[in-house]
């Protein structure tokens, strides 16, 4: 099987809900020697597309379970794949990531998480639908470099100007820099919550992160 043919079949596993077919495919293509990321992008393609369908109400909300199930288990292999190519990496910092009270999207966050790490980051997850005082205790804690939020839905994009006014308050946010994103982020709306960066997917969000800290 080529490249396009695996990626090609990886997205109908992810769009058919097909959790095992998916995994299954993922370490196919890693057996095959094909670029991880290149791979993922099929998966991240595939989700959107689920999600237009949802959106539509063409799919049921545990049928759009079984869809995330699938990408998420070929976004296990893909990124632990991506980890093992980038061995040795020099550290370049700390990050402390979440996704915003409230929602419980958790792919696009992990994903970033991990090309992070891959990246020489040291990444302290703490996971989905956090509290903004649990952010702030955590930097207070924890002293990352950067903090970065993950947000994907309407109602909960907000939390990212709480979190942000959280930390003034507490006296850290000139302590740490701020990043967001999420499928229905942008730079505007990143700007208007007071964040220092926005990343639109997780190799951008890799490259601002450097960019933040000023490393090359
Ligand atoms: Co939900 N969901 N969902 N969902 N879901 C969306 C977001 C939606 C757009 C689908 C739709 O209707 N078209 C819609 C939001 C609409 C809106 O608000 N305008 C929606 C809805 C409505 C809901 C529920 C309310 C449904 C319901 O219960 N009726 C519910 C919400 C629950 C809650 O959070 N309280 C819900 C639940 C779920 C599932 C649990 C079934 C599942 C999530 C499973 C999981 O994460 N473990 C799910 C899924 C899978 C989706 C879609 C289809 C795919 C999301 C995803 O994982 N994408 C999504 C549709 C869509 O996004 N177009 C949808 C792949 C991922 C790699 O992309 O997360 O965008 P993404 O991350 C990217 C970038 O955005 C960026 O980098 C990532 C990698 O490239 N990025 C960052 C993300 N975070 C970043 C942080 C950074 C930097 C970059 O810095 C820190």
């Known amino acids: 099987m080529d490249r396009e043919e695996l990626i090609g079949k990886l997205s109908t596993a ?3 809900g097909s959790v095992e077919e998916s995994s299954s495919l993922a370490e196919k293509g890693v057996e095959a020697g094909f670029d991880p990321l290149e791979v993922l992008a099929g998966v991240t393609g595939a989700l959107k597309e689920v999600g ?3 959106g539509r109400g063409d799919m049921f909300l545990t049928e759009l379970m079984f869809c995330a199930e699938a990408a998420k ?3 296990a292999v893909l990124t632990e794949e991506i980890k093992r190519q980038k061995r040795d990496v020099p550290y370049l910092g700390r ?3 979440g996704t ?3 929602d419980i999207h958790d792919i696009g966050k992990s994903l970033v998480a991990a090309l992070l790490t891959a990246e020489g980051f040291e990444v302290i997850d703490i996971g989905i639908d956090v509290p903004d005082e649990a952010f702030v205790e955590k930097v207070g804690e924890l002293k990352p470099d950067v903090l970065g939020m993950s947000a994907l839905v309407s109602s909960t994009m907000v939390k990212f100007k709480d979190v942000v006014r959280a930390l003034e308050e507490a006296g850290l ?3 740490v820099k701020v990043i967001v994103g999420g499928a229905m982020i942008d730079q505007e709306w990143a700007e208007q919550a007071g ?3 926005f990343g639109s997917d997780a190799v951008d969000a890799v490259a601002k992160v450097r960019s933040l800290l000023n490393i090359r």
């Open 173 to 175: 946010r000139d302590e």
């Open 52 to 54: 237009h369908r949802f």
């Open 100 to 102: 915003v009270a409230g």
């Open 73 to 75: 288990g070929a976004t």
């Open 14 to 16: 992810v769009n058919e």
């Open 195 to 197: 964040a220092d960066a």
């Open 95 to 97: 990050v402390l990531i």
